[in-house]
C-alpha cells in the first residue's frame, strides 16, 4: 500500500473512533461481573452468619447445662448431708443446737434455789455442764402440749452405752409442766422416768428427733 493510502486509512480509523460515545467506552472498560456471582456471594455470608450464631448458641447452651449440672450436684450433696445427719443424729444433735444458742439464751440463766416446778405454768429447763445455774424458758401450754405430743409420737433414736455416757455439753434438760411433774425428752416416756417436785439427774436413753429439736430451739430461740 502507498504511504498516502496508508495515511488515508488511518485517518477514517481515527474518525471512526472519535465518533464512538464516551458511555461505549466506559462500559468497554468496566470488568464484567455475572449477577449470579454477587447473589452467591450474598448466600455465602449469610450461610456462614447463620452458622456462627449456631455456634455460639450451642456453646452458651452448653456453658448454662454444665453450670446447673455443678449447682445440682451441690444440692444433691448437701441434701444427702441432711438426711444422713438425721439418720444418724452424731451431727446436729440437741446437745449441739442448744450448745450453739449459748449466747443467745444467756439472759435465760437463774440460780437452782430460784427453780419453781409449781409455778403452774410450763417451762423448758436445761444444764450446761460448765455451767452451775440452769436456763428456763417458759412456754404457753399449747406448746408443752406440742413437745409432750411429739416426745409420744415419735421419741427420737435409741443411744448406745457408749453415746449415752457423752452426752456433749448438755447435763440435762427436762419440761416441768407447772404441777411439779417433770418429765425429759432424753428418755423414754414411763412411769420411772417421771419425776415430782425436783430434777433429776439421768443418763440419756434417746436422741431426740430432728422435728423436736426443730421445734424446742424454735421456741427458745
Known amino acids: 500500500m502507498r504511504a498516502k493510502d496508508q ?19 466506559a462500559e468497554a472498560a468496566t470488568p464484567y461481573v455475572r ?10 455470608l449469610i450461610l456462614a452468619l447463620t452458622l456462627s450464631l449456631v455456634l455460639v448458641s450451642s456453646l452458651g447452651l452448653l456453658i448454662a447445662q454444665q453450670v446447673t449440672d455443678k449447682e445440682d450436684h451441690a444440692v444433691e450433696m448437701e441434701t444427702g448431708d441432711i ?5 444418724t443424729g452424731t451431727v446436729g ?3 449441739d443446737r442448744l450448745s450453739a444458742l449459748r449466747a443467745e ?3 435465760l440463766r437463774v440460780p437452782r434455789e430460784e427453780l419453781d416446778l409449781f409455778s403452774g405454768k410450763a417451762q423448758v429447763i436445761w ?11 417458759q412456754v404457753s401450754r399449747s406448746e408443752q402440749t406440742e413437745l409432750t405430743r411429739m416426745m409420744t409420737r415419735d421419741p427420737g433414736r435409741s443411744l448406745s452405752t457408749t453415746e449415752s455416757a457423752d452426752p456433749g455439753e448438755l447435763e440435762g434438760i427436762w419440761i416441768a409442766l407447772g404441777d411439779g411433774t417433770v418429765i425429759s425428752p432424753c428418755l423414754r416416756q414411763a412411769p420411772g422416768n417421771t ?27
Do not use: H, M, W
Not at 35 to 44: C, D, F, I, V
Not at 207 to 217: G, I, K, N, Q, Y
Open 7 to 25: 495515511q488515508r486509512a488511518t485517518d477514517l480509523l481515527f474518525d471512526a473512533i472519535g465518533q464512538i460515545e464516551d458511555r461505549f467506552v
Open 35 to 44: 449477577a449470579g456471582k454477587g447473589l452467591r456471594l450474598r448466600r455465602s
Open 83 to 87: 438426711l444422713n445427719d438425721e439418720a
Open 93 to 95: 444433735s440437741l446437745s
Open 105 to 107: 439464751t444467756a439472759s
Open 127 to 137: 444444764k450446761f455442764s460448765d455451767e452451775s445455774g440452769y436456763r428456763v424458758k
Open 195 to 221: 419425776a415430782y417436785g425436783t430434777l433429776f439427774s439421768y443418763e440419756p436413753e434417746l436422741e431426740p428427733s430432728v422435728a423436736f429439736a426443730d421445734t424446742l430451739c424454735g421456741i427458745i430461740s
